[in-house]
């Protein structure tokens, strides 16, 4: 099995691939780095409802999706689940 990535953007601008540790429309937790060293953090609805912002060791980071897009995106992966659920 591998591991969710997705993309989030620091606020120099630059882009990272960070790994999804669980997904709902409330919040997001993603791994930043690998191994010893690396970093859990929650990324939280912003209050428009328009993107994910979360803060890593002093630094902020912004996962650019809707809380819509990211609830679709979890019954999207829920019912290819079922589809290929043994009965």
Same mark, same amino acid.
């Given at each position: 099995? %591998?591991? +969710?990535?997705?993309? &989030?953007? %620091? +606020?120099?601008?630059? %882009? @990272?691939? $960070? =790994? =999804? $540790? #669980?997904? #709902?429309?409330?919040?997001?937790? &993603?791994? @930043?780095? *690998?191994? @010893? !060293? #690396?970093?859990?953090?929650?990324?939280?609805?912003?209050?428009?409802? @328009?993107?994910?912002?979360?803060? =890593?060791?002093?630094? *902020?980071?912004?996962? *650019?999706?809707?809380?819509?897009?990211?609830?679709?995106?979890?019954?999207? !992966?829920?019912? *290819?689940?079922?589809?290929?659920?043994?009965?």
């Amino acid at each position: 099995m %591998t591991d +969710e990535k997705i993309a &989030v953007k %620091t +606020e120099a601008g630059k %882009t @990272l691939d $960070v =790994v =999804v $540790v #669980s997904k #709902s429309a409330d919040g997001i937790w &993603v791994v @930043l780095g *690998e191994g @010893l !060293h #690396s970093v859990k953090c929650k990324l939280s609805p912003t209050a428009n409802g @328009l993107a994910y912002a979360g803060s =890593v060791m002093g630094r *902020e980071i912004i996962y *650019e999706r809707s809380v819509r897009q990211v609830r679709d995106d979890i019954l999207r !992966h829920q019912r *290819e689940q079922d589809r290929y659920r043994v009965r």
